[in-house]
């Protein structure tokens, strides 16, 4: 079973405490049950009740200490992390955000050479604290490069801050905000700590409606002294994008936990719903929105999970993750609204009522694509390795299935994020062409097409300057990166040959769509709209494959979890 299934939880692992720190919190939410879970998501009840959970049972010092800092058992463990966000996202997108800006909020501090504040954050984590990532402004969204917020030195020695920030999730209670800034009258920007609950430091308000809190705050020339610098220059600006770089991909697994329960939901309902004499699950529609949906969430949980195994195995020169942490970001969440999108179509009205999860999960999925780098800017991050991707393959270190108790130091060290461009892949037909499914076929011809328009006719300079042509290649892209990274994991979970063909029935089919966007574009060329034309292909039918994806993988998720009343 590859989704999270709650109730049955026995994926393995490689020691006894991780496995208790899943089972910990799902035994709170359900212990919790969904009407409370409910009450509070509209009362926006602040989460007081989890946190005091998860101070007592160490959930999020076990998680976010790496090695050497904390208990023996509590490292940086991306697998187990992985796990976590998607357990939190599960029952509550909230519960994963105050978690999820804590890794922020902790990046910064981690990456510091400022072993005082390291020792002090893990004291803290393990007294329960939660964390803050100050890096948003309000006028100056993606562009950080201008932030506002002021060190100004002082005669006496040290510094005071002054300046705001917002949408600071966990603003009003963190014991650590990491604040970024520049050092006023230089222009060396510069990482550093606050309190929260400092008197220098006014929690302003919840700019957001949501039980979260996303707080926008004021330093009021808060004295800073060089033991809370955690760096400066070139180390705070790479400590930013480094950290986002590490968070981002958090945001792929509160989709896949999200998407999971509104499954489980959605199928209870529909296949248990009787309609002119027959169950809503036997229309021919509701099968294909349902298979679609299945297809789908397989795929973003297997991708994810192979990303990771990249990134644990990350290295000064195996900097592969650097193109499969975007492709996480951007796709693993645009394809979680197209779940939700799918099962919203088939149980309707139900979708509204104030007793159903799947209520939150269709406001909460459409968070996750836009937050920590909108699809835009992950695709334009996406489109610089594609050179290099298509047309100058070498050969790499097979990375295995990465679920041993590694802490993942490398994350913390990755250094400058530079030389995108120069970053060299496996190639990714060895990986297609192990895998004779006919729709795997039919998506390899799509793929030989589109890498012959880039010979014949790549974005011209014109096109190479236009971020919404370049947008549209980038989606063909990114599914190409995509399946291959499907296909290298559904050699290593041992994934139903039947799951393969139908996933890439999809994937034919959203090939498809892109090639009609991009020949849409007003600057297209005669050329490359030929070649879109050829990329439109038809996924193969099959109906007994159909079928038996149906009975075997869908259907009986009908009665396979619901959460406690
Ligand atoms: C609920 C919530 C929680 C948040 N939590 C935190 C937090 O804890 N800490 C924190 O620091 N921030 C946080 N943020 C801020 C969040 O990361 C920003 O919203 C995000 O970085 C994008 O900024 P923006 O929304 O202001 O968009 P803008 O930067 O205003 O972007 C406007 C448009 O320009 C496009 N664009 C911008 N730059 C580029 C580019 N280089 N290439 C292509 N297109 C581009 C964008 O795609 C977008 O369509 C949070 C936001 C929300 C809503």
Redesign the pocket.
């Given at each position: 079973m590859i989704l999270l299934d709650p109730k049955n939880h026995n994926r393995p692992y490689p020691d006894d405490r991780s496995r208790e720190v899943m089972l910990k919190a799902i035994e709170f939410f359900e212990g919790k049950g969904k009407a409370a879970l409910k009450r509070d998501d509209r009362e926006q009840v602040w989460y007081g009740d989890f946190l005091e959970f998860a101070r007592k049972e160490k959930l999020f010092a076990t998680t976010l200490t790496p090695a050497g800092y904390g208990a023996p058992d509590s490292r940086w463990d991306t697998w187990r992390n992985c796990e976590f966000a998607e357990i939190l996202a599960f029952y509550g997108l909230a519960y994963w955000y105050t978690w999820q800006?804590s890794v922020?909020g902790l990046g910064p501090i981690w990456m510091s050479e400022n072993e005082e504040v390291k020792a002090r954050a893990a004291r803290l984590l393990e007294q329960g604290g939660i964390f803050?990532?100050?890096?948003?402004e309000r006028g100056h969204?993606?562009?950080v490069y201008s932030t506002d917020m002021e060190l100004i030195p002082q005669p006496e020695g040290g510094f005071v801050a002054r300046g705001e920030k917002y949408?600071?999730?966990n603003g009003n209670k963190a014991a650590l905000v990491s604040t970024f800034g520049k050092i006023k009258g230089t222009d060396d920007y510069v990482f550093f700590v606050v309190d929260s609950q400092n008197e220098h430091y006014e929690c302003k308000r919840n700019v957001?409606n949501s039980q979260?809190y996303?707080s926008n705050f004021a330093l009021h020339d808060y004295p800073i002294s060089e033991a809370d610098i955690l760096s400066r220059g070139r180390e705070a600006w790479n400590s930013a994008l480094n950290t986002v770089n590490v968070g981002k991909f958090n945001l792929g697994w509160a989709s896949i936990g999200i998407s999971t329960h509104a499954l489980y939901e959605a199928v209870h309902h529909a296949a248990n719903r009787r309609l002119y004499g027959q169950n809503v699950t036997d229309f021919p529609h509701v099968k294909q929105l349902f298979s679609d949906a299945y297809a789908r969430l397989v795929a973003m949980k297997l991708v994810a999970l192979r990303a990771a195994d990249y990134m644990r195995s990350a290295s000064a020169t195996d900097r592969r993750y650097l193109l499969y942490n975007p492709v996480v970001k951007m796709k693993v969440t645009t394809q979680g609204e197209d779940v939700i999108n799918h099962l919203w179509d088939v149980i309707a009205a139900k979708g509204f009522e104030r007793d159903m999860y799947f209520e939150m999960a269709a406001r909460d999925i459409r968070?996750l694509p836009?937050?920590?780098?909108?699809?835009?800017?992950n695709i334009?991050l996406i489109v610089k390795f594609m050179p290099n991707y298509f047309f100058n393959p070498e050969d790499q270190p097979e990375i295995v299935r990465r679920d041993d108790p590694a802490d993942d130091t490398f994350l913390f060290h990755q250094g400058a994020a530079r030389g995108l461009g120069d970053i060299r892949f496996h190639d990714y037909e060895t990986t297609y062409a192990g895998f004779s499914q006919p729709n795997v076929e039919v998506f390899r011809g799509q793929v030989a097409v589109f890498k012959k328009m880039l010979e014949a006719a790549p974005p011209g300079e014109g096109q190479a300057n236009d971020?919404d042509f370049l947008l549209a290649v980038g989606e063909l892209f990114t599914l190409v990166v995509y399946g291959q990274l499907l296909l290298e994991n559904a050699r290593i979970y041992d994934l139903a040959e039947d799951l393969i063909d139908q996933i890439f029935d999809v994937f034919v089919r959203d090939f498809s769509h892109y090639a009609l966007q991009l020949h849409g574009k007003a600057s297209s060329t005669d050329i490359q709209m030929e070649h879109c034309l050829q990329m439109i292909a038809k996924p193969i039918g099959d109906a007994d494959r159909y079928t038996r994806v149906w009975q075997d993988h869908v259907l009986p998720l009908r009665d396979a979890y619901s959460m406690n009343p």
């Open positions: 800006v922020l803050a990532f100050g890096l948003s969204g993606a562009d949408y600071i999730g957001v979260s996303v968070a836009k937050l920590e780098g909108t699809v835009h800017v334009a971020v």
